[in-house]
């Protein structure tokens, strides 16, 4: 049985949005209908994702965004308000991991793991969630990882990482289904 998602008037943020997973997530929610916002701090990248869906008639903006700076995830929430008016779904996939045993990660290794995977969910969320709260109406979906769960070897801060976006996605799912805003995660 084919099952059809339509979401005609949505606007959709994703990061990470101009390559792999994010763009897939970003070209899919397009054919559903929705509007895009496609955030990525490699410009070009999230550019062409943004030409590809309009190519094929939908609505896409590109907003270069490092998701680790607060200030730039609040721009990109004003950007996609601009250009569609609401941001009703919230995808948080942009991550990065360095792939090394613990005991040869620097401090500067992690931080960076950290700061994107982590911090980056916190700071879009936070960013969507003042539209999302008025409109009381929001959908964000957080990108996890088995990592998260189980713990894998040569990613320990990535698995950290992930951990909390797992935690973070129960516990700020609880505190904003009040406001008719669900946070789920998906784990490919
Ligand atoms: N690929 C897998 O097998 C897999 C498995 C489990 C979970 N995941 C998760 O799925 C998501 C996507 O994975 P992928 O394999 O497509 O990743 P990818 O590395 O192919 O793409 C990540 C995107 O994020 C962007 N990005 C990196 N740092 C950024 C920052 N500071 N600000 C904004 N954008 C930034 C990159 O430019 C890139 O476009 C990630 O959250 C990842 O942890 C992937």
Known sequence: MAVTID?????????????????????????????????DM????????????????????????????????QQMVRAALAAHGRVDILVNNAAVWTTKLFKDMTPQDYDRDIRVTLYGALNSSRAALDPMMEQKYGRIVNLISDAGRIGEPYLTVYSAAKGGVAAFTKALAKEVGRYNITVNGVAP
């Open 7 to 39: 979401l005609s008037g949505k606007s959709a943020i994703v990061t990470g949005g101009g390559r792999g997973i994010g763009r897939e997530t970003a070209l899919l929610l397009a054919q559903a209908g929705a509007k895009l916002t496609i955030a």
């Open 42 to 73: 490699d410009e070009a990248s999230a550019q062409r994702v943004a030409e590809e869906i309009r190519g094929k008639g939908g609505a896409a903006i590109a907003a270069r965004t490092d998701v680790t700076r607060a200030e730039e995830t």
